[in-house]
Nanobody, 123 residues
Framework: QVLLVESGGGLVQAGGSLRLSCAAF????????MGWFRQAPGKERELVAA???????YYTDSVKGRFTTSRDNAKNTVYLQMDSLKPEDAGVYYC????????WGWGSGYDYWGQGAHVAVSS
């Protein structure tokens, strides 16, 4: 079992930055792919970014060049740095984990989910 605990959400003006953290408990994240998803009101949950250890990463087109994922295996934590935020980036952000041996597309196969972090972006 892996428990994922998120932090770092909040309200920011358009053009601003936020960093989300996702701390993992129970297993080390080095053997897990980690994904970041978001769900805006009235919309389906979408994959924002994902990656394996140590550095392979995927970003959806709308966030490329603005969002960056990283992980600190020593702290068993992954991060999503969000820069140049836009109102359309608002939503609830979830981190998720799946075994790295699960060679599926980045958007599926996640067994463990965080509780969600609310991100609001004012225009």
């Amino acid at each position: 079992q892996v428990l994922l605990v998120e932090s770092g959400g909040g309200l920011v003006q358009a053009g601003g930055s936020l960093r989300l953290s996702c701390a993992a408990f129970g297993r080390t994240i080095s053997s897990y792919d980690m994904g970041w998803f978001r769900q805006a009101p009235g919309k389906e949950r979408e994959l924002v970014a994902a990656g394996s250890s140590p550095s392979m990463s995927y970003y959806t087109d709308s966030v490329k060049g603005r969002f960056t994922t990283s992980r600190d295996n020593a702290k068993n934590t992954v991060y999503l740095q969000m820069d140049s935020l836009k109102p359309e980036d608002a939503g609830v952000y979830y981190c998720a984990a799946r075994p790295s041996t699960r060679s599926w597309g980045w958007g599926s196969g996640y067994d463990y989910w965080g509780q969600g972090a609310h991100v609001a972006v004012s225009s």
